[in-house]
């Protein structure tokens, strides 16, 4: 299965693009319910952390004294942060209330989807904290329950990516840049780094050299971070022209 690069930094899964919100004052008042968003009511299935299905029995409102302790604290230093913005003359808009403050926990009760029986479970939860909404017929990975991608076939992606990247880079010709693989010709400049060659050593010495474009410019810094630890800092740059561009 092919699983979308950007699924390897930021997990989403593959069956909807659903995002739910909370029934929640202040939170997306004027929310269009669509394929795209909804709100989340008793019986929505979301996912909930551990990339779990779960259905949400109940949404309410804490009691400000029971709201739990890093809450409390996050809401001290936003408030203390808001007069000090206030008294500096920003114009703040009208002043924030620890009551419907959006980011103020709201209790959720959920369950496990797949299991009508099992004991309620309560949360703590920001109000404003989107969560994927999944259909009533979802699907789980058969090996282990989780909502796909799981964390099995992530992994799995995530080397075959590294390992098509190290075939990518076997096959970057003598003398060319090492992040596009393209020749680098005399009229280019080029950052060539002495020493050994961290990446491709059968190229031999002084061999690493990338182009000074900002295309490759973020391999290059990822190479010099790796040449750097091994106690190499005199970086000459290429001037166009010179030897070491004659291949
Ligand atoms: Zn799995
Ligand atoms: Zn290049």
């Given at each position: 299965m092919r699983v979308p690069i950007h699924v390897l930094n930021e997990w989403r899964p593959e069956q909807t693009r659903k995002t739910g919100y909370l029934?929640?004052?202040?939170?997306?008042?004027?929310l269009n319910e669509s394929d795209y968003s909804t709100r989340i009511r008793p019986g929505t299935i979301i996912v909930f952390s551990d990339r779990r299905a779960y259905e949400v029995i109940e949404v309410k409102e804490r009691p400000l004294d029971l709201w739990p302790e890093h809450f409390l604290n996050e809401w001290e230093r936003y408030a203390a942060w808001w007069v000090e913005q206030a008294v500096a003359g920003r114009d703040m808009g009208t002043q924030p209330e620890k009551a419907t403050w959006e980011h103020r926990p709201l209790a959720i009760t959920i369950r496990p989807a797949d299991q009508p029986a099992a004991k309620h479970q309560h949360y703590a939860v920001r109000a404003d904290r989107p969560f994927y909404v999944l259909p009533e017929h979802y699907s789980v990975c058969r090996l282990c329950n989780e909502i796909p991608p799981c964390t099995h076939v992530i992994t799995e992606a995530r080397v075959e990516h590294e390992m098509s990247k190290a075939e990518a880079l076997m096959s970057i010709p003598a003398g060319a840049c090492l992040s596009c693989g393209e020749a680098i010709t005399s009229r280019m400049k080029a950052t060539r780094f002495p020493g050994p060659n961290l990446w491709r050593p059968d190229l031999g010495d002084n061999s690493a050299v990338f182009h000074a474009r900002q295309a490759c410019s973020g391999t290059a810094d990822s190479y010099r971070s790796q040449w750097q630890k091994r106690g190499h800092h005199e970086l000459q740059p290429e001037i166009p022209g010179s030897a070491g561009d004659d291949s």
């Open positions: 029934p929640a004052d202040g939170v997306r008042p004027h």
